[in-house]
């Protein structure tokens, strides 16, 4: 038997889905929402860690000596000590869509809260990106659209970055 041709199978498909029959509603919940995500950092120096987010302008604390938390304008990052944290082979990454990826820069540079600050340049894709790596070498990317028009990838938005 042949193969049927593309337009062949778009047919079929379409005349098998135009029956006279109502079609019974889905027994099936819709699924859960997804809320947000949230990256978890590795750290050989969990107070280190914090006091190096709260320079960058992070609210922090810690949750014992083993774990703690940094949020800052409703992003939120965890960071999760490890005794065996290698900066070249366990280190994390999380990207920020921000307002103002040069402002952002300048205000990380200017706290000399440590690490290793990238300057924001033009990407093809109609980004403007820095970079920050922590004293564990985890990388925050961010960046903004270009010509300003505020936050990139809004919720909801699709595209590539």
């Known amino acids: 038997m042949e193969n049927p041709k593309p337009q062949d199978l778009s047919r079929a498909t379409r005349d098998a889905s135009s029956t006279d029959k109502p079609t019974a509603p889905s027994t099936h919940p819709p699924p859960p929402k997804l809320q947000s995500i949230v990256p978890i950092f590795s750290t ?6 914090l006091a190096h987010y709260r320079a960058l302008g992070f ?3 810690s949750y014992g000596t083993e774990y703690g938390f940094a949020a800052r304008d409703g ?5 999760a000590a490890n005794p065996h944290h290698d900066p070249l082979t366990t280190a994390g990454c999380a ?3 921000v307002d103002d990826a040069d402002a952002l820069h300048a205000a990380w540079s200017a706290v000399g809260a440590g690490g290793r600050s990238v300057a924001p340049c ?3 894709y109609g980004l403007r990106e820095g970079a920050h790596h922590d004293p564990d070498n985890n990388l925050l990317r961010y960046g ?9 990838g809004k919720q909801g938005e699709s ?3």
Do not use: I
Request: net charge neutral.
């Open 44 to 49: 050989a120096d969990l107070p280190r860690c």
């Open 159 to 161: 595209g590539a970055v």
């Open 59 to 61: 609210d922090v604390r």
């Open 95 to 97: 990207y920020l869509y």
């Open 144 to 152: 903004s659209r270009m010509g300003g028009g505020g936050l990139a």
């Open 122 to 124: 033009d990407t093809p």
């Open 75 to 79: 992003v939120q990052l965890h960071v």
